[in-house]
Each structure stands twice: as structure tokens, then as C-alpha cells.
Nanobody
């Protein structure tokens, strides 16, 4: 069955970097878009970044543009989120999800990982 497993979260100081990984199994990543979402305590879940299956088009939330980079390695069936210049407001549980690009853009993908915690604090 479809499974997504995130890793790479942790505690980092403001201005630091982390790289999140999303390992996919049970399906071929080539044919599906992948997105990263996050949810901070007391806040609604928000889309952070998406990458399409077809041409590798990417989308970033305004709050992370210029700091986060999404990429995919289809050979490893893995998607990455490189996060630089992290800020305290980036603190959240980060989830990867997969479905068709339109559903990811609408925030309603069918398949979700279990999440990985990112804490940005001094």
C-alpha cells in the first residue's frame, strides 16, 4: 500500500538549516506530485511546497520563498525539503503528502505521512 515516511526533523537554532526527507513506497513517485505541509500548535495546516510529477514545477508558500527548496529523486523514490535560514515561526509538524497536483494545491491530498517535528528555538 502507499506509504510515506518523513525524517530529518529536529531542534535547530534560528538561522540554521534542516533537510527533511519523504521516502515513498507502494507506488512510483514519478507519476504523482508530492507536497510538504506543516501544522503549528493552535494553527491550521498550511501548504509549504509542492513539486509536480510531470515537469518538476514547484510551488512555495510566500512565507518560505527563498529559504526552502523542494526536490525529488525518483530513483530513490524520495522527496526532500531543504530548509535554510529557519525562523521560530517555522516551528511545526511537517508532513509530506501525495496525490495529483491539483489536489495538493487545494490542500486535500489523499495520502499522508506521519509527520516530523521541527523546532526552531535558541
Amino acid at each position: 500500500q502507499v506509504q510515506l515516511v518523513e525524517s530529518g526533523g529536529g531542534l535547530v537554532q534560528p538561522g540554521g538549516s534542516l533537510r527533511l526527507s519523504c521516502a515513498a513506497s507502494g507506488f512510483t513517485l514519478d507519476y504523482y506530485a508530492i507536497g510538504w505541509f506543516r501544522q503549528a500548535p493552535g494553527k491550521e495546516r498550511e501548504g509549504v511546497s509542492l513539486i509536480s510529477s510531470s515537469d518538476g514545477s514547484t510551488y512555495y508558500a510566500d512565507s518560505v520563498k527563498g529559504r526552502f527548496t523542494i526536490s525529488r529523486d525518483n530513483a530513490k523514490n524520495t522527496v526532500y525539503l531543504q530548509m535554510n535560514n529557519l525562523k521560530p515561526e517555522d516551528t511545526a509538524v511537517y508532513y509530506c503528502a501525495t496525490d495529483y497536483f491539483g489536489k495538493l494545491l487545494a490542500g486535500i491530498p489523499h495520502y499522508w505521512g506521519q509527520g516530523t517535528q521541527v523546532i526552531v528555538s535558541s
